[in-house]
Each structure stands twice: as structure tokens, then as C-alpha cells.
């Protein structure tokens, strides 16, 4: 069965430092890659998805992430973080082949921005 | 570690048929989602429900959608007539409150319908 670990759980930094979010995923075949944001208050809203193609790829407020297939990572990035980064972030991985498996959350990290 | 439990796994249903899917959250939260995926596309929000009643629902969440929380534990989707498009997986959370408190998935339920 696929697994989604997030290395942290809680983390906190200040406005204008730079992000990165780590996602390690087990499953060794053709998957799909998302990032979820949950803002306070808020449902989840899709940050970004990786599907095929340049292994790089831009989100919605200055987010991005990176599939790298030999380490199954998919680490999101974002250079200089803001106050209102501050939520909760879940990466996702879908099997292509989907049954029972389907799409598998991490635990989720929940980010805390310092003005 | 709580978890937010989901039963079954896996749910077959023919068209038209009603379906229950259900889901116990962390016992001391006190918000819950439901949200959905259908196979190669995005998590979907449906609904969310605190102190017994919807706070928020999608525009999926059509009359056909209902949720409930029938004990001091469980936490249902019923879909009152299955279309083949509900097919997808289905995805409970729950969290303490709404800021800054971490959101916790189910492991989702997987509903075919055929």
C-alpha cells in the first residue's frame, strides 16, 4: 500500500525566509503528486499538482515543488514565505493504476509564519 | 496517535442504489468534512458540519447528499441515489477547531458505483 511520510509536522519560521516542505512517498509506479493547503478556517484548496512532464512545477502564490523520481520526493518550495502562508499543508499521491489505493495524504505540516 | 477511522474501504453499489458512508473522527474534535476525489483529479470539498449542523456545503453537495451525526461518535454521507459520476473516493476530516488546529484525513472510502 502507497504511504505519504511529511518530515514535519510543525513548523515555524519568520516572513521572508525561505520554505521547503518535505514529501517522501513509498509506492514505486506511475503516480500523481498534489499539494493541499488548508488555511485557518478554510476547506483544502489545491496549491499545486504534478501529473507528467518537467518535473518542476508552479503553483498559486508563489509556491512550487519538485518530483524527483530516484529519491519518490515531491518537496514543496516557496522562496520567501508571508504571514498569510500560515496553514496547514498536506502532500498526496495517487497511484495511476488506482483500486483500492486511490489518492493517500500525509499527515500534514502545519506551518506558522512570524511577522 | 487519534486517527479519523472510515468504513468500509471499499463500497459497490448499483445506480440508483442509497449508500452510507461512514466515519468516526477524533473524539474530541468538533468540525468535520467531507471531501471527495474522483480517480485523476482534484480533492473536491462537499461539506463541513460543526455543533450539529452544516456550516458550509459545495455545490456539489446537491440534494441527493446528506450528512449526519447520528451518536456522539459517527459521523455519515448517506447519497440518497448513486450516479454512475459518484464514483470517486471519499474523504472524512475533522479537526478541533477551525484555526490553527491540524486537519486529520480518513484513510477515504473508494464507492464504485455500477
Known amino acids: 500500500a502507497q504511504s505519504v511520510s511529511q518530515h514535519n509536522h510543525h513548523v515555524i519560521l519568520s516572513e521572508a525566509a525561505s520554505l521547503e516542505l518535505g514529501c517522501n512517498y513509498s509506492y514505486g509506479g506511475t503516480v500523481n503528486l498534489f499539494w493541499y493547503v488548508q488555511y485557518p478556517g478554510q476547506h483544502l484548496q489545491l496549491l499545486l499538482k504534478y501529473f507528467s512532464g518537467d518535473p518542476l512545477v508552479k503553483g498559486i502564490k508563489g509556491f512550487e515543488a519538485e518530483f524527483i523520481k530516484s529519491k519518490f520526493s515531491f518537496n514543496l518550495r516557496k522562496p520567501s514565505v508571508q504571514w498569510s502562508d500560515t496553514a496547514e499543508y498536506f502532500c498526496a499521491v495517487e497511484n495511476r493504476g488506482g483500486g483500492a489505493d486511490g489518492l493517500t495524504f500525509g499527515k500534514g505540516t502545519h506551518l506558522i509564519i512570524q511577522p | 496517535e487519534p486517527e479519523v477511522t472510515q468504513t468500509p474501504s471499499h463500497q459497490v453499489t448499483q445506480m440508483g442504489q442509497e449508500v452510507i458512508l461512514r466515519c468516526v473522527p477524533i473524539s474530541n474534535h468538533l468540525y468535520f468534512y467531507w471531501y471527495r476525489q474522483i480517480l485523476g483529479q482534484k480533492v473536491e470539498f462537499l461539506v463541513s458540519?460543526?455543533?450539529?449542523?452544516?456550516?458550509?456545503k459545495s455545490e456539489i453537495f446537491d440534494d441527493q447528499f446528506s450528512v449526519e451525526r447520528p451518536d456522539g461518535s459517527n459521523f455519515t454521507l448517506k447519497i440518497r441515489s448513486t450516479k454512475l459520476e459518484d464514483s470517486a473516493m471519499y474523504f472524512c476530516a475533522s479537526t478541533l477547531t477551525e484555526k490553527n488546529s491540524p486537519l486529520h484525513f480518513g484513510n477515504g472510502t473508494r464507492l464504485t458505483v455500477t
Open positions: 458540519f460543526y455543533n450539529n449542523e452544516i456550516s458550509e
